[in-house]
């Protein structure tokens, strides 16, 4: 907001005059403070008015010039304060002046509301000021309407901008929302082939871990079953005896010719033993 600034350049001529019919060195060292606010040299003007308010501490003539050099030179809270002190003046249009100063040094602090108040009041004292067609009064009244105005809009704007910005962000959540729905649902429904790569790999590895331990387990139950026949499995009977078949009277008659011959064979073998045995014994001297 650029406010209009010619108010400000008669606010310190305007203590001078006030200050006409004072003694010195009060007079002297506010002089000495207007030439330096004038180079701006806003420190060693601040100096000069505080040496003229050891004369005249109850000035709320310096205590305005002093808050116009604070906000020049950008301290506004000393300006605010000091505006304070100077909007106890009986002077109808100094205390119009600090007012109208007062908005502006809240106004760029960002106390806007505050800053509305104090424009109102400046209409209101210029409105009630008798000569109303002083240029200067008539200039302070224009100058807190348009400041008014114009804050009040800036404030309205900057309302509309918040809503806009907390729309904007509830819709871009809401986006956030549905796009991750979305993309649950597009996982879930398309084949493992279309799946991401991380996925089809996270899947095999799954897959090859629960095919080894199947191999695993099968490998276990199989030495089992070496070692041990599985419960419940029957032993194999030893074969059983054939039965025993009636002879007939050939195969009788086959076993003693057998027999006979057997015997026949075992005496003549004795025979022969005991002729060798006597043959051998008569060969003994």
């Not at 400000?8 to 006030?18: D, M, N, Q, S």
């Not at 000021?129 to 900057?158: L, P, R, S």
Request: aromatic share 6%; with cysteine.
């Amino acid at each position: 907001m650029k406010f209009r600034t010619k108010l400000r350049i008669f606010i310190i001529p305007l203590a001078c005059t006030l200050l006409i019919g004072w003694i010195d060195p009060a007079s002297d060292k506010n002089e000495e403070g207007i030439l330096l606010y004038n180079e701006k040299s806003y420190d060693e003007a601040i100096s000069k008015f505080a040496d003229a308010q050891v004369h005249l501490p109850k000035s709320d003539a310096l205590e305005f010039n002093i808050a116009n050099t604070h906000f020049q030179g950008g301290k506004l809270p000393e300006a605010e304060k000091a505006y304070k002190n100077a909007l106890r003046s009986k002077n109808s249009t100094l205390k119009a002046k600090a007012n109208y100063n007062m908005g502006n040094t809240l106004y760029k602090q960002g106390k806007l509301n505050e800053a509305l108040d104090y424009y109102k009041k400046t209409i209101e004292l210029t409105g009630k000021i008798a000569d109303k067609e002083d240029d200067e009064i008539k200039g302070i009244k224009e100058d807190a309407k348009y400041n008014y105005e114009f804050v009040q809009k800036k404030m309205e704007e900057m309302k509309q901008e918040q809503q806009e910005r907390q729309d904007q962000e509830e819709q871009e959540k809401e986006d956030k929302e549905e796009e991750d729905k979305q993309e649950e649902q597009k996982q879930g429904d398309q084949p493992p082939e279309e799946q991401k790569p991380e996925d089809q790999e996270q899947k095999q590895d799954q897959q090859q871990q629960k095919e080894d331990k199947e191999k695993e387990d099968k490998g276990n139950q199989s030495g089992q079953q070496k070692e041990q026949p599985p419960e419940g499995e029957k032993k194999e009977s030893p074969p059983r005896p054939q039965e025993k078949k009636e002879m007939t009277k050939e195969e009788a008659e086959r076993i003693l010719d057998a027999l006979k011959q057997s015997e026949e064979s075992a005496r003549e073998l004795q025979e022969k033993e005991n002729e060798s045995a006597q043959y051998e014994t008569e060969k003994n001297w």
